[in-house]
């Protein structure tokens, strides 16, 4: 019994500590609700008391107004109080997680670049375009066209399929082509462009995950790489991935 309560008492601190932004954003909402609730409450008392401090004193001033009803709003003072410092707890909460995932990524980045260009070292270029044309077969095996809704963009009909999104599209290799050089070009002046910014050119909608991923002149430009396969129907497919991955803090 002890085992199963401590078992249990676990798994609730764990919850608690992995979606305490959450947690604290919530009951900071609550508080601010109940805050106006309890203040709306009590304000026909406050106003009861005010008008028997007025019968008392014949040219009451504003602070003689607080003094009769300021204890009416203690409650709801110390609620609300209360709730600002959950809101503002939780918003360090986030700042210190989204700093932990932006140095986990930018390490993880750095390994995967590092490993490329060791890879490429040992076996040669030529053994490395196999496995990356490897790699694009199992993401379209993995992910198949049959279960994917085809967006057609209107620039071309060449089945594509994006390595980042995941999602199948039509288009062809000279409109993605120029995208990239689009890119490119505003690199070159504005020094960053986010992954957003690619799918707009070749006619697709952001993703939740577009503005925070992008490719910064300091790293290189924008580069496509694009692998020719055949999907579950023997439909060539081009599949399209990033020599320079987009990665995480490009601004």
Known sequence: MDNKFSRAFDICRKFASKHSPEILTGIGIAGMIV?????VKETPKALRLVEEMKKEKQDPKPIDTVKAAWKCYIPSTMIGVSSIACLIFA?????RKNAALAAAYTLSESTLTEYKQKVIEKIGKKKEDEICADIAKDKIEKNPVGKNEIIFTGKGETLCYDS???????????????AENVLNLRL???????????YYEIGLQGIALGEDLGWNIDKGYVSLRFDAQLSEE??????????????????
């Open 35 to 39: 805050t106006v609730v309890t203040a």
């Open 91 to 95: 918003s360090r909460q986030n700042v």
């Open 164 to 178: 980042v999104s995941g999602r199948y599209f039509k288009s062809d290799i000279e409109k993605l082509r120029k």
């Open 188 to 198: 070159r002046d504005e020094m960053w462009v986010s992954l957003n910014e690619f």
């Open 234 to 251: 023997e439909t060539p497919c081009l599949v399209v991935s990033y020599s320079v991955v987009p990665y995480y803090d490009y601004r």
